[in-house]
């Protein structure tokens, strides 16, 4: 087998239809379906070597060198960025054993259980998930409300994920599915990724006339997926509990 200059794993998936590469900044991944032949899926690798090697130079440019938890586990000042503004986040022990968050008027106190500390960034990361959860579930119900009357695109239900390569989805029964760390980026670009996954309720493909219907709803749309993209990848990064 071939080395190559990132951390590479193949991972077999039984939804998987075909071969797939996907590139982080921990690495690249190659999912494939549950019978493919290991050695045929190498050869793709290496057939796609030099393309793989670009798009890890792109994941890792820009990149903030430490994490979100990084910060927190070690004592750093903390600001926690909601939907365009930066708020303090104040992170005290505690003796009890469940970590809380707490909006105050101009902050947010993070408790943690000090009996627990090693294990702070994934208890962390779980108490701001479980807030996250509800506060843009609330926020992404005004804007499905907002357009989706404009072409009857009626979403069943919202749901709060944690996504590792995607902002949003839209289920076969029409469940509008957002990345939680949409909560820490601009309003403007939560209500694209909520149109982006509405509009997929009548196309079910990227092709023109789902950019079309894009546009109809939000003839701007383009400033918030350069947003994405070029802050996209370092927002996932600094909020991946995992680390590098």
Known sequence: MQEYPFPLQLKRSARAKR???IVKVT?????????FPEHRAWAFIHQHRDWLAVKYREAVAGVPPRTFWD????????????????WPLHVTGCTGGRSRLRVAEESFELY??????????RLGERALFDWARG????????????????ASLR?????????????????????????????????????YVVVHELCHIRHRDHSVRFWTLVGA?????????????????????RFDVTGP
């Open 112 to 121: 943690l259980p000090e009996r627990h500390k090693p294990d702070w960034k």
């Open 217 to 237: 709803h939000l003839p701007a749309y383009a400033a918030q997926r350069s947003w994405l993209k070029e802050h996209g990848r370092s927002l996932m990064y």
């Open 19 to 21: 071969l797939r590469l």
């Open 135 to 150: 506060w843009l579930a609330e926020r992404a119900g005004e804007w499905v409300r907002h357009h989706q009357g404009k």
């Open 155 to 191: 979403a069943r239900d919202i749901r709060i994920k944690r996504m590792r390569t995607r902002w949003g989805s839209c289920g076969a029964y029409n469940d509008i599915n957002l990345n939680w760390l949409l909560t820490f980026a601009p309003s403007s670009v939560l209500e």
């Open 27 to 35: 690495g690249a991944e190659c999912v494939m379906p549950a019978a």
């Open 71 to 86: 910060d927190l586990a070690n004592g750093h000042e903390m600001r926690l960025p909601i939907q365009g503004r930066s």
